[in-house]
């Protein structure tokens, strides 16, 4: 919780001598957007690969004071841009101290503050809410109701004596409570659509309906959604009516490069063990092949998480090594890289007639992946030194009880070792696990174009002639 500052009015008559006019919610994002951009700081922390393409269409429905659809697959950031929009909310704001719908206290809006308000006057008293709270978010479910969203009557508050046509009779739903804040409903289509009907007055007129009565409130919010395509078009969809009231349709994407894939895994995993800038190209490159392939149902997208789980899991196998043959630091290889396709063959589509393939075209993905990487790490060194001392009888022995240091005694001093490891961005004095990571790559890459092969069992991979 953040503590209110002690400096800030207490009363409206405090407050409206301090000059705190009421504002806006769209105003004050517009404000404070064009601040931001104007000072060079970045409205969107961790937001990575929308730089060029997403963004700038988001700023410029912002600064119209568009509400917006965010249309995409999943697992593309879409939520997790709305949720950077608290942070263009003024970090305090004033509200009449026990008002349901936190409204201003120079414009009360429900009956019950407007009577509080003129009884009161410069004693009204106030409070300050962080902005962290004006942010609401909704995950849509068909069990959604109206009372959910929009509001019911009371029966408590009827069965205290007030008629059943009192607007103070009505238990307000979320996006009433949500009045000068954010309200954001993530899968949109799967309300129903008697439910997004709900809505309409919401988005245009501003008022609500509740129970066969309008009661009459200038609410003050900012609508936004997310939406997947698939849904959009077949499960479910957004009624033609409330497509119209949104301002702004936007299309998101998965990470345009590598680099940018790489970022996000970075950002968004919590990695147990070391994971070399290799091996998450590794897992980049395979996450980009899978949404390309035409064996993998493309409707359904490949989402950002299956790069993230994929990291979690190799990091996970270079832990449980780590304490099984007590190396320190846990650093992951490429033999870890074996334990995705099991894992996380469930978190993706496949298309009809691939049953019973899922795992063989996950392991040939993967090692595609592994070649693109190898080839854009290693390309113009010449391996062979590494192919003759293999052939020499100096076979590699890795596996999930095999620590580095293992790895690299199977192996005479070869300068093209030291050559290896620069290229994956490790030094000669760093820990054998880092060194040992950049030359079973080397190695693998070598049996992927057949000048090596590879005997695997259980536990144990080696690389022989």
């Known amino acids: 919780m953040n503590p209110v500052p002690e400096h800030l009015p207490r009363t409206a008559g405090q407050l409206r001598a301090a000059g705190y006019a009421p504002r806006g919610l769209k105003t004050e994002i517009h404000d404070n957007l064009l601040?931001?951009?104007?000072?060079?700081?970045?409205?969107?922390?961790?937001?990575?690969?929308?730089?060029?393409?997403?963004?700038?269409?988001?700023?410029?429905?912002?600064?119209?004071?568009?509400?917006?659809?965010?249309?995409?697959?999943?697992?593309?950031?879409?939520?997790?841009?709305?949720?950077?929009?608290?942070?263009?909310?003024?970090?305090?704001?004033?509200?009449?101290?026990?008002?349901?719908?936190?409204?201003?206290?120079?414009?009360?809006?429900?009956?019950?503050?407007?009577?509080?308000?003129?009884?009161?006057?410069?004693?009204?008293?106030?409070?300050?809410?962080?902005?962290?709270?004006?942010?609401?978010?909704?995950?849509?479910?068909?069990?959604?109701?109206?009372?959910?969203?929009?509001?019911?009557?009371?029966?408590?508050?009827?069965?205290?004596?007030?008629?059943?046509?009192?607007?103070?009779?009505?238990?307000?739903?979320?996006?009433?409570?949500?009045?000068?804040?954010?309200?954001?409903?993530?899968?949109?289509?799967?309300?129903?659509?008697?439910?997004?009907?709900?809505?309409?007055?919401?988005?245009?007129?501003?008022?609500?309906?509740?129970?066969?009565?309008?009661?009459?409130?200038?609410?003050?919010?900012?609508?936004?959604?997310?939406?997947?395509?698939?849904?959009?078009?077949?499960?479910?969809?957004?009624?033609?009516?409330?497509?119209?009231?949104?301002?702004?349709?936007?299309?998101?994407?998965?990470?345009l490069d590598v680099a940018a894939e790489v970022e996000v895994v970075r950002q968004e995993a919590h990695l147990v063990a070391e994971v070399g800038e290799p091996l998450l190209e590794v897992l980049a490159r395979f996450v980009r092949n899978l949404r390309e392939s035409t064996v993998i149902d493309q409707r359904s997208g490949v989402s950002a998480r299956f790069a993230?789980?994929?990291?979690?899991?190799?990091?996970?196998?270079?832990?449980?090594?780590?304490?099984?043959?007590?190396e320190h630091p846990a650093v992951a290889r490429p033999v870890d890289l074996d334990a995705v396709p099991a894992v996380l063959r469930g978190k993706i589509e496949f298309e009809p007639g691939e049953e019973g393939r899922e795992h063989e075209q996950l392991v040939h993905l993967l090692r595609r992946a592994i070649a693109e990487t190898a080839r854009d790490r290693f390309g113009g060194l010449n391996l062979r030194p590494l192919v003759e001392a293999v052939a020499d009888g100096h076979l590699v022995a890795t596996g999930e009880k095999v620590p580095g240091a293992d790895v690299l005694a199977a192996l005479p001093e070869l300068p093209i070792l030291h050559e290896v490891a620069a290229r994956a961005g490790v030094s000669a004095g760093d820990a054998p696990g880092r060194i040992a990571a950049a030359v079973e790559l080397a190695l693998e890459s070598l049996y992927l174009a057949r000048q090596l092969a590879k005997d695997s069992d259980d536990a144990t991979t080696v690389y022989g002639p």
Request: aromatic share 4%; glycine share 8%.
């Open 308 to 326: 993230v789980a994929a990291a979690e899991t190799v990091a996970a196998a270079a832990l449980r090594r780590s304490a099984l043959t007590g």
């Open 35 to 255: 601040t931001a951009l104007r000072e060079g700081r970045n409205p969107w922390p961790g937001i990575v690969g929308f730089d060029r393409t997403v963004l700038p269409q988001f700023e410029r429905a912002l600064l119209a004071g568009h509400d917006v659809v965010l249309l995409g697959e999943r697992g593309q950031g879409k939520t997790r841009l709305l949720r950077t929009l608290a942070g263009l909310l003024d970090e305090w704001t004033p509200v009449i101290e026990g008002s349901e719908l936190a409204e201003h206290p120079l414009d009360p809006i429900t009956p019950a503050s407007i009577r509080r308000a003129a009884e009161l006057g410069d004693n009204l008293p106030v409070t300050w809410r962080h902005r962290s709270e004006r942010y609401t978010e909704k995950l849509a479910t068909p069990d959604t109701s109206v009372g959910d969203l929009i509001g019911d009557v009371d029966p408590v508050k009827v069965a205290e004596g007030r008629s059943l046509g009192d607007p103070e009779t009505i238990h307000f739903g979320l996006v009433p409570r949500a009045h000068r804040g954010i309200v954001a409903i993530n899968e949109l289509p799967d309300l129903a659509e008697r439910i997004q009907v709900a809505l309409l007055n919401v988005m245009e007129e501003r008022d609500i309906q509740v129970r066969g009565y309008t009661l009459r409130l200038p609410l003050d919010v900012l609508m936004v959604a997310t939406a997947n395509p698939e849904d959009y078009t077949n499960r479910g969809r957004i009624i033609t009516p409330l497509k119209d009231r949104f301002g702004a349709e936007i299309r998101t994407h998965y990470p």
